[in-house]
């Protein structure tokens, strides 16, 4: 009895005190010092992977834990950059509907299969028959031929731009052939990658710890003796576990972040995302006063994304107009500062359409966009649109979106390759295009791109310019990944990816 | 005593069918982008549809059901529709971190509560009302705030305990403590107090009664009539607060799951019914239930064993 | 102790008052009523306090600190703290308030019925609680907020079928526990029908527990909401304080304030209504609640107490040529604090002594005072009794010296089970249901002979075969349950003298046994005392056994002796009016005699 609910209860208040106190900054002690010769990683991932089966692999925050069991085809290099992995060399015919692809030798998967032309053939056909989360990525893929021990040719039923980048994504992962769409690769991965699963450590939705595979191909890209990734989707966890010194990397926001500064964390921040409405109904289907570009400007012009980043996001991204990124090629710089705040404008605009008494728009609010959803509620608001929030469960969101639920709905998209970008919220078969609307002369633009070869990206900028000026989104900011490291490592953020490939990190020097 | 048993489980089979079928009906009615929330963002609308014929989504409510407790009676609870792990195996790996961090707090919670709440009763004065105040406290403040305060101080500040659990499947023991430590201690801090109050109501009860008087009158030291008369008498009420306790925090402990990174029930709860992962879902229900129904037959059991009357009838 | 015994008898009065009343003199029940009027009060006119708009965002000012337009700051959308704060109390309270009358309009109906009439439908509403209280509740929550959306109104329905079973358990049980009450009989006689039995006369005890019960699931209600809300599963569009709790904790180390309001209004809603509660209960409970003076010790609780002040002071010796009474009685005075101050006296200056091979018997009517004296002979007066006056010594020693306030449990715990024992009332509550009989005979044996288990089991019995009971060893093994009140008080007997005590008080010892049983008893303890030679302090309201055992007896009433002497003088030659008017009622024969009324007495 001599730890009383006194003696506790006193625990408690020094121990708010000193919550507090930290809180206040300043308090938090710097994680220990990186031991010299780091030969451990341990990450977080914000979500766990369905399974280690390469069809279920799907492009964003779950990609480095496939990286570190599987090797793709190529390699995406951290400036986007596509290198030499498991292919050695890979060239496309003259209409861009034929890719060469020559590939290492020498090389086993874990199991102590061979890979050769024969398994990346069965690896690609599996992916195509799987029809994974990312399926989409071999849409346009028409067949794989073995040219010989180490050369397979793909045939494209339709030229795809975006299909080498796809070939550094899940579509390029390689897995045992014997493995393949088996319950054991679904449990273990089974690949040729740096590092092997070791599976008595390693719990589903937990963590999962690699060891260095002896005799890589490629010992550059092996730089720890051993890799941990936790799975830590609460962003307290990820902080606490990060500031404790029980991680050394791990994405968080900027308001966390200022506590993992304060602990001494380094700061990798790179563009990925942009934040804003996406206007789905732009024929009126929904809401009439949608197919008017005048209301649809008249959005664009609502907002003060300047304040809007300051405040949400402490300054931590760079106000846009545009969807796509300045990394992606498709970027058009004379877009910017288009769609600056006007609430005056704004409601010219909605006069001229006819709404000078406003209207209302159903909005989904959901885990994660409530403070946003509200500030877009009250700019909305005042210019004369009335925002009425609807909550979405969070797993519902993407579905809802795709039924067509909503007219209109706040999101955050990766800023991808051109192509991808536009087959992600663009085109008619687009997830993000639920109305599949789409105008004779932006459908030719579409065309060009996906015909164009080398110069696709070139072309996509017309694209570009055509849904900014008419208005098929409100990209308000493109948001800084704040990705935190600990001292005992360095890293390189990856364009274009929500974290860094397994390659991009090293040991501290 | 045997027949007693029988019949419980035979009830107990009863109330699980009943409970499988509620929360399958309720799982009905969620169930309608469950094939879109598998395939991704990126499956195209057959994709979607050949998903829902292939998880029988297309089938009526019924048939879906009896399909499903065709395979659970032998034992067959299938595999997660996200994961593909099989449920008794996502289960097996998480059922033993939920259950050793609820049955060490309850058992630190009953000595605890016990002691403080026989102080309360017997000495009154100072402790009584600390009791009784800190019963108030721990009821009002929130567990996870008390779970933030023990993260910040003892694994960030001091660094005494991880932030985040590191369990996995054979760590030794020592991983093991140093990861429930502090999740045990925030449901000890949350659930002592309630429990103490109790225990006090239930001695101060007992002590009231005529036996003990007379046992007091026999030459009994006051200490045996407390520890031995009057704990027995008053440990059924104090073993019903707590298997009710332990009821809640089969379920309540998912925050601190969350906050600790705990990989245990909590969790894949969560995850499971906000993504309508019908299979697991029925699997944590079914394992719920199941602890939850041993429970109540050990109170029970527990109970005749102290009270002969109970005993017999 | 310095309470003048100004007036002579019964003083005082019992302080009681409304539960109302109780519950807002008891300072953490007014705590809780303040709190929660509060709690209220910014509910109803969150209109009136609230500034702004719950969801009107100043998108250009986060995050702000307190000024003069938002009175608690902003949060990270630029909205205003306070009014938040007050239009959260609104929905959140309202959201509990919501779950405790689902919980109650499901809960109370069956409840009374199933308790009321039982049956079938008891059967059934059993089967659906258990099921209800097997059911894990956070994940039928999740379910349920999964296939009907994230409305705070959905949960707190769903919450409060969940919580039901607890309205159910303590209406059936109240109910069943009244149900066959002669007033609920009588009720039925005079041809009131069930409905207005259940209105008139059920509903009014269930009242009180359903206060407490629903205070508590409002605390759980909005518990378990923001708890909810916390893990992000609640509705963002509407302010509640579990929605600002969470995005309180999102900026937590940007504004720890934001977290502070509204843990703060939960925290003191929650413990208010826990507060609130345990007011209730206490008032119902306690009744009359004791305000312990500053002068008084705190309450002695048995052998356990620290010593009291009469403990640590030097023994007085007693008054020379009074030494070889084995108890002597001297001005005794016992009295209870009450809530004003005041102490309510039930013992006013009683004098007696008791002999060796004495018996002794105290008459009275019920509420004379009689048991509150012997039970001062014990020790065993309940915690809150003081003795105001006098002292009481055994065997040449004191065991209340003169000026003492409480009993000595130092001096008498040693005294009792060895030298003093005793003989309770009624039989079957004062055995340890727990315990065999033979646990409970050989136990104080062991204890206070210091003799082996074996000794004291063979000697035990030995006991309940003088006791008069047929099988000894079938009875030894037996619980108190599974004997009948006779041979309980029997095993009683056998108890009290089992440690060859000098003094045995028996209270009331055959009031609660069968007609047929009492003389047997009687018979017992007389046979018992002539063998052992012991000294006897009976107590009793029926001078039909006093007749029966007595040498010598004392009179009292409201808390004063009224007549002492000798059976035969007193039976004879009553002089108090008090005493003739008892021996009247008895002869009147209101109480069954046994057969050893002297012929003399009906003249």
Redesign the interface.
């Known amino acids: 009895?001599k730890?009383?609910?006194?003696a506790?209860?006193v625990a408690?208040i020094?121990?708010?005190t000193?919550?507090?106190s930290?809180?206040?900054g300043g308090?938090?002690?710097p994680a220990g010092p990186a031991a010299a010769g780091t030969t451990s990683l341990t990450l977080a991932s914000l979500q766990?992977l369905?399974?280690f089966?390469t069809s279920?692999a799907?492009i964003g925050h779950t990609m480095p834990i496939f990286q570190t069991a599987y090797d793709s085809l190529i390699q995406r290099l951290p400036d986007g950059k596509l290198a030499p992995m498991l292919a050695t060399k890979w060239e496309y015919n003259a209409d861009n509907t034929v890719l060469t692809v020559s590939l290492r030798t020498g090389v086993t998967f874990s199991d102590g299969a061979k890979f050769d032309a024969a398994a990346a053939k069965a690896n690609l056909d599996y992916f195509k028959k799987a029809?994974?989360?990312?399926?989409?990525q071999v849409a346009s893929l028409g067949s794989v031929d073995v040219v010989d021990d180490s050369t397979i040719k793909i045939t494209l039923a339709t030229p795809d731009p975006a299909f080498e980048y796809y070939l550094t994504q899940a579509a390029g992962l390689m897995g045992s052939p014997k493995a393949l769409g088996t319950?054991e690769m679904?449990?273990a991965p089974d690949g040729t990658g740096p590092y092997v699963m070791d599976k008595?450590?390693?719990?589903?939705?937990?963590?999962y710890?690699f060891t260095k595979r002896e005799g890589y191909w490629n010992a550059d890209l092996q730089k720890f003796a051993k890799v941990t990734i936790?799975?830590?989707?609460?962003?307290?966890?990820r902080t606490?576990?990060l500031?404790?010194?029980?991680i050394d990397g791990a994405l968080l926001d900027p308001?966390?972040g200022?506590?993992a500064e304060a602990?001494g964390m380094k700061l990798n921040s790179s563009q990925v995302d942009w934040q804003g409405l996406l206007l789905f109904d732009r024929d009126g289907k929904i809401n009439p006063e949608l197919a008017n570009v005048k209301v649809r400007q008249a959005i664009n012009f609502a907002f003060?994304r300047k304040?809007?980043l300051e405040?949400?996001y402490l300054g931590q991204g760079t106000v846009t107009d545009q969807v796509f990124g300045p990394e992606s090629g498709a970027y058009v710089e004379g877009l910017e500062n288009k769609y600056n705040y006007d609430p005056a404008k704004a409601k010219s605009l909605l006069a001229e359409a006819g709404y000078a008494n406003g209207f209302t728009l159903k909005l989904p609010?959901?885990?994660?966009?409530?403070?946003i959803?509200?500030?877009i509620?009250?700019?909305l608001g005042d210019v004369g649109i009335k925002v009425e929030?609807?909550?979405?469960?969070?797993?519902?969101v993407?579905?809802?979106f795709?039924?067509g639920k909503f007219a209109v709905a706040p999101f955050q998209l990766y800023q991808g390759e051109p192509w991808v970008a536009i087959n992600?919220m663009i085109s008619t078969?687009a997830?993000y295009n639920p109305f599949k609307a789409t105008t004779p002369e932006l459908q030719a633009m579409i065309d060009a791109v996906h015909n164009g070869g080398t110069n696709s990206a070139e072309l996509a900028k017309d694209v570009n310019t055509y849904v900014t000026d008419n208005a098929w989104f409100a990209p308000l900011y493109r948001l800084n990944q704040m990705y935190y490291t600990s001292k005992a490592i360095t890293v390189t953020p990856q364009l274009q990816q929500a974290v860094p490939s397994i390659y991009n990190y090293a040991p501290a020097k | 005593m045997l027949t007693f048993i029988l019949r419980r489980v035979a009830a107990g089979i009863v109330v699980l069918c009943a409970i499988s079928f509620i929360t399958y009906v309720l799982l009905y009615f969620s169930s309608a982008n469950i094939a879109r929330n598998i395939l991704g963002e990126f499956a195209s609308q057959d994709q979607v549809a050949a998903k829902e014929v292939a998880l029988g989504l297309d089938q009526p409510l019924m048939t879906r059901f009896f399909a499903w407790a065709g395979h659970a009676i032998t034992g067959d609870f299938g595999t997660s529709w996200f994961t593909a792990e099989p449920v008794v195996h996502a289960l097996e790996n998480r059922l033993p971190v939920t259950l050793t961090l609820v049955v060490v707090a309850i058992v630190l919670i009953a000595i605890c509560a016990t002691l403080l709440g026989m102080a309360a009763a017997v000495k009154r004065g100072w402790i009584d009302r600390v009791v009784q105040t800190a019963a108030v406290v721990g009821d009002a403040i929130p567990g996870f705030v008390i779970a933030i305060v023990l993260v910040t101080l003892f694994a960030i500040q001091l660094k005494l305990f991880p932030a985040t659990s590191s369990i996995v499947p054979g760590a030794g023991a020592d991983v093991w403590i140093a990861s429930l430590a502090l999740p045990v201690i925030a449901l000890l801090i949350n659930g002592v107090t309630g429990g103490a109050q109790q225990i006090r109501s239930a001695v101060i009860k007992q002590l009231e009664k005529d036996y003990v008087r007379t046992l007091r009158s026999r030459g009994i030291s006051e200490r045996e009539i407390l520890f031995k008369h009057v704990l027995r008498s008053a440990a059924p009420a104090g073993l019903t607060v707590l298997s009710l306790q332990f009821i809640g925090m089969l379920g309540g402990v998912v925050i601190l799951e969350q906050i600790f990174a705990l990989p245990g029930m909590g969790a894949l709860a969560v995850q499971s019914t906000t993504m309508g992962d019908i299979p697991l879902v029925m699997g944590v229900v079914l394992y719920t239930v199941v602890i939850v129904i041993i429970v109540n037959l050990l109170v029970d059991l527990i109970n005749g064993w102290l009270n002969p009357k109970v005993r017999v009838s | 102790m310095s309470q003048p015994a100004a007036a002579s008898g019964q003083t005082g009065t019992v302080v009681r008052s409304r539960v109302i009343t109780r519950i807002l003199k008891n300072p953490l029940g007014i705590t809780a009523i303040a709190i929660l009027s509060l709690m209220i009060l910014m509910a109803v006119l969150a209109n009136v306090l609230a500034p702004f708009d719950p969801n009107f965002a100043n998108i250009g000012k986060t995050l702000a600190s307190p000024d003069a337009s938002n009175l608690l700051g902003t949060d990270s959308v630029g909205r205003d703290v306070w009014s938040r704060l007050v239009f959260g109390a609104r929905t959140t309270l309202l959201s509990a308030l919501l779950c405790a009358t689902v919980a109650i309009v499901i809960g109370l109906p069956t409840g009374l019925i199933a308790g009321y009439y039982g049956g079938k439908f008891d059967a059934v509403a059993n089967w659906v609680v258990n099921i209800l209280m097997s059911l894990p509740g956070i994940i039928v929550l999740l379910t349920v907020r999964a296939a009907f959306g994230p409305s705070v109104w959905i949960s707190m329905v769903a919450f409060g079928v969940l919580l039901s079973p607890g309205y159910f358990r303590l209406t059936r049980t109240s109910v069943q526990a009244v149900r066959n009450e002669l007033y609920v009989d009588a009720a039925r006689v005079a041809g009131l029908s069930d409905g207005s039995i259940i209105a008139r006369h059920i509903f009014s005890v269930v009242r009180a527990p359903i206060i407490i019960q629903t205070a508590m699931v409002c605390g759980i209600a909005i518990a378990i909401q923001s708890g909810l809300e916390f893990l992000g599963l609640g509705d963002p569009t509407v302010a509640t304080w579990g929605v600002m709790l969470s995005e309180g904790f999102k900026n937590v180390y940007l504004n720890p304030t934001l977290l502070l309001w509204p843990a703060l209004a939960i925290g003191l809603s929650i413990g208010g209504l826990v507060l609130l509660g345990n007011a209730v209960r206490d008032a119902l409970e306690d009744g009359v609640k004791i305000k312990a003076r500053k002068a008084a010790p705190a309450p002695a609780a048995g052998g356990a107490a620290p010593a009291s002040r009469a403990d640590r002071r030097k023994v007085a010796t007693v008054d020379a040529g009074t030494e070889h009474h084995l108890v002597k009685v001297s001005h005794l005075g016992v009295g209870y604090p009450q809530a004003d101050g005041s102490v309510k006296k039930v013992v006013d200056d009683v004098s007696f002594h008791l002999d060796r091979g004495e018996v002794l018997g105290i008459v009275g009517e019920s509420g004379s005072g009689k048991s509150q004296t012997a039970f001062s002979i014990l020790g065993l007066l309940p915690d809150n009794a003081r003795i105001v006056a006098g002292c009481i010594q055994f065997d040449g020693n004191y065991t209340v010296a003169p000026g003492d306030d409480v009993v000595s449990q130092g001096r008498v715990s040693s005294l009792r089970g060895k030298r003093i024992s005793y003989i309770p009332q009624e039989p079957m509550s004062n055995l340890d249901p727990a315990f065999t009989i033979g646990y409970q005979l050989v136990t104080p044996m062991m204890r206070v002979l210091g003799i082996s288990k074996a000794e004291a089991t063979s000697r035990a019995m030995k006991l309940l075969a003088d006791v008069g009971i047929v099988s000894p060893e079938r009875t030894f093994k037996a619980y108190p349950h599974e004997v009948s009140g006779g041979m309980a008080q029997r095993v009683l007997i056998a108890g009290a003298i089992s440690c060859e005590p000098d003094l045995i008080i028996a209270d009331e010892p055959t009031t609660a046994l069968d007609v047929t049983v009492q003389a047997d008893v009687l018979d017992l303890i007389r046979d018992l005392q002539k063998r052992l030679g012991v000294g006897v302090l009976l107590v009793t309201h029926n001078f039909g056994v006093v007749s029966d055992l007595c040498d010598r007896v004392v009179v009292m009433q409201n808390g004063r002796l009224v007549e002492e002497g000798p059976v035969r003088e007193i039976l004879r030659n009553p002089s108090d009016p008090y005493t003739q008017k008892l021996l009247g009622s008895m002869l009147e024969g209101k109480e069954p005699m046994t057969m050893l009324v002297p012929a003399g007495m009906e003249a």
């Open positions: 009895m730890f009383g609910p006194k506790a209860s408690a020094a121990a708010m000193i919550a507090l930290a809180c206040g308090g938090g002690t766990d369905k399974s089966d279920v799907h029809k994974g989360s990312d399926a989409y319950p679904a449990a008595a450590s390693s719990v589903v939705g937990s963590q710890v936790k799975i830590l989707p609460d962003l307290t966890a606490n576990a500031v404790s010194g029980q308001k966390t200022k506590q602990a003060d304040t809007i405040q949400q609010s959901f885990t994660g966009y409530e403070a959803v509200a500030v509620t009250q700019q929030s609807v909550p979405v469960p969070n797993a519902n993407v579905s809802d795709a039924a992600q078969t997830l």
